[in-house]
């Protein structure tokens, strides 16, 4: 089914350049596919990644390091 004018607003449709940096959150969840994740931020022209998890503690020092 199509819809007559439809537009997309993927990023990849969109002129501009996202800046950023795309948080994966909840990795230490054992339905986590953070490689999933790390495409779909990838399609949306984000270049930096972070990973972490508040439980394990993984990724949150890297974090803090990024924000000060």
Known sequence: MQVAG???FHPSC???QPQG???ITKIDSPHANVE???LFLKNA???ETLCC???T???LEEIRQLIQ
Do not use: F, P, T
């Open 36 to 38: 999933r994740a790390k």
């Open 45 to 47: 022209g984000i270049k």
């Open 57 to 59: 503690g993984a990724g």
């Open 53 to 55: 998890s508040s439980i």
């Open 14 to 16: 969109l002129d501009v």
């Open 21 to 23: 940096v795309g948080l």
């Open 6 to 8: 439809a537009v997309s």
